[in-house]
């Protein structure tokens, strides 16, 4: 894996370490994945989270079951369950059945081969980001230009930097590219209800790169932009369908409305693996994950003795839902930035770009 990716590594054992990301922002720990089952709990419960990483442990979760057992029904079982270990992001499929097709191509040395098929795929997430990000950050320059300015104020909804996809994200990735190119971009960070990862994920991220930035409830970003305070709006993704219709954390729709009352551009950073050509309409056709009501009723946070705690913040008995995605429409989405460069929302300029 030419040396540790930031939100995971291999240890000396050969093991998956990953950064607990249900901890953060406020206790930085690492656990340590042995086995396939261990992948599919991380998975699950959001220890990793993100389209792009969920992909990669993914991967590494098939690689950990050969470390177990190289018997072939064993890993096809597992590969399984990994696979259908969370709904709505289509990196974990896509991930898993690479890992599949390596290694049931290999009749030999499988431990190596879904070593480095694994690694591969994770090496080639890290390029792409690396390119969104270039991408990204020349459309950026462009709206600049186009208005004027010598700043720019962006705002994200969710989280999509390292955290979700290897070194630089996809959405935060070209902030990090502005911020190297010294340019002077401020972000408005959603705090992504109910599990508040803009405040926790992307804030922590931003800090930790000294990228300027402010947090905002989720439901003030259409007041900004009716202000004249965002010049552009930009999201990763869950699951892009072969017509363009967007999956991403619940939220993204009502932004993407806000911005196309106010005339600013809507992007969504995806690498190719966020793409599922098997939906056509995903409005109606992407699976969206309901996840426990708890993640809704109950919050956490640091205590003013300094202890991190969870309150309820409703009367107990209410009920809740807690749909984790919502899906926006093609026709509100400006562009998809990708490694291979800006592509229309639609099934011609998609299927033209990542010709299958």
């Known amino acids: 894996m030419n040396g540790k990716y930031k939100a995971f590594w291999l240890d000396e054992n050969g093991f998956v370490e990953v950064i607990d990301q249900t901890k953060l922002p406020f206790i930085e720990e690492t656990v340590v994945l042995e086995s396939a089952d261990d992948a599919i709990v991380a998975i699950k419960d959001m220890i990793v989270r993100g389209a792009g990483v969920i992909g990669n442990i993914g991967a590494l979760g098939v690689y950990l079951a050969v470390k177990e057992n190289q018997d072939l029904k064993y890993i096809v079982k597992k590969s399984k369950e990994i696979r259908e270990s969370r709904p709505t992001a289509v990196n974990l499929m896509w991930a898993v059945d690479i890992m599949l097709e390596a290694i049931l191509n290999e009749n ?91 405040a926790n994920l992307t804030a922590w991220e931003l800090g930790k790169d000294n990228v300027n930035h402010t947090i905002i409830p989720d439901n003030t ?74 993640e809704v009723k109950y919050i956490k946070g640091l205590n003013k003795e300094g202890v991190v705690e969870e309150l309820l913040i409703m009367p107990k008995n209410s009920k809740a839902v807690n749909y984790g995605f919502d899906i926006t429409p093609a026709r509100l989405v400006t562009g998809l930035i990708t490694e291979k460069g800006l592509c229309e929302a639609n099934e011609v300029s998609i299927c033209n770009k990542f010709a299958k």
């Not at 959405?171 to 340019?183: D, M, Q, V, W």
């Not at 009716?226 to 869950?238: E, F, N, S, T, Y």
């Not at 969504?268 to 994950?289: Q, S």
């Open 108 to 198: 030999e040395n499988l431990l190596e081969v879904a070593k480095n098929a694994a690694i591969k795929i994770c090496d080639e997430d890290s390029q792409r980001s690396s390119l969104i990000a270039k991408h990204g950050c020349d459309i950026f320059e462009n709206i600049m230009k186009e208005k004027g300015k010598t700043t720019i104020n962006v705002l994200t909804h969710c989280n999509a930097g390292w955290l979700a996809i290897v070194d630089d994200g996809s959405a935060l990735a070209p902030i990090y590219e502005a911020k190297r190119r010294g340019i002077d971009v401020h972000v408005y960070v959603d705090e992504t209800r109910p599990r508040n990862q803009g």
């Open 221 to 294: 970003g259409g007041y900004l932009m009716q202000q004249g305070l965002v010049d552009v709006c930009i999201v990763g993704a869950d699951r892009v369908s072969v017509n363009g219709d967007v999956a991403n954390k619940i939220g993204t729709y009502l932004k993407a409305l806000a911005s196309y009352d106010n005339n600013i551009p809507f992007y969504v950073a995806i690498p190719e693996g966020t793409l599922d050509f098997n939906i056509k309409d995903g409005v109606k056709d992407i699976p969206i994950e309901t996840r426990s009501e708890d």
